[in-house]
């Protein structure tokens, strides 16, 4: 049993026609989604499941992922096995993660090209996003250093690629995984790879935005001190940008 994934072939589809292939209590498996289950600090798709021609629905509360099936966690009974299926996420919610989770890749591209520090963490969320580095001293002018090149970035319109590479080319990258531990399964043999191009390659399993103006802009709301090399940096999406907030962002 496999579920097709539409989310790793195209983040920007919203819905798609799918068969019930099992069913365990409240949880069903479909033969193929658009629900991101969630990963990498990315959360979980929302939306609904409907059948019989509309009249009957549920929401998806819950997503995950064992082995090559994404398991769907209803408010209700689910359809029995066979069932065709209308699968639909919460478009909003998606896009904002996929500007969030590029805004991330941006960040973080930045960093490395200026400090060559890696990543040690990373969460987001619908209204903002953290990143933590392995890095030394924050100072204001080094926020807002960064803060500027990111949004330079952005406004650059740079394009997003999306491919994957077999297991044994993809790690002949050089700096390919930018995380202090390579989290990637042992036994994964193509690596699914997010390029912005002139930036940024990182081996990635979410979701993203084809061009870098989609994110808006970033701000550097707050920046912590987590270890002595352990910075974490805070942002925010703004759909406008008018000057540097990162004065603000130091406690």
Not at 72 to 97: C, N, Q
């Amino acid at each position: 049993m496999k579920t097709k994934l539409i989310y790793l072939e195209n983040s920007y589809t919203f819905e798609c026609s799918a068969k019930v292939v099992a069913a365990e209590g409240d949880e069903l498996a479909l033969d193929a989604t658009v629900f991101y289950p969630g990963g990498g600090g990315q959360m979980a798709d929302r939306g609904t499941l409907s059948w019989d021609h509309g009249r009957q629905q549920a929401s998806v509360i819950a997503l995950r992922k064992q082995g090559e099936v994404v398991w769907h966690l209803l408010d209700s009974p689910p359809p029995p096995v066979g069932t065709e299926v209308t699968a639909r996420i919460d478009w909003d919610f998606r896009y904002r993660m996929m500007r969030t989770h590029t805004a991330l890749h941006l960040l973080c591209g930045v960093i490395w090209q200026e400090f060559r520090v890696p990543v040690t963490g990373g969460q987001m969320y619908p209204d903002r996003a953290r990143m933590d580095f392995a890095m030394e001293g924050l100072t204001r002018e080094r926020l807002a250093f960064i803060e500027q090149r990111v949004n330079e970035a952005i406004e650059a319109d740079l394009p997003i690629r999306v491919y994957t590479l077999p297991r044994e080319k993809a790690f002949a990258i050089p700096d390919l995984i930018r995380t202090r531990t390579n989290l990637l399964p042992p036994d994964l043999e193509e690596v699914r790879i997010v390029e912005i191009v002139g930036l940024d390659l990182q081996a990635d399993g979410g979701t993203h935005v084809r061009h870098t103006r989609e994110v808006g802009g970033i701000r550097i709301v707050r920046a912590e001190n987590k270890g002595r090399l352990n910075k974490r940096l805070e942002i925010q999406l703004v759909d406008e940008l008018s000057g540097s907030n990162s004065d603000a962002a130091l406690p």
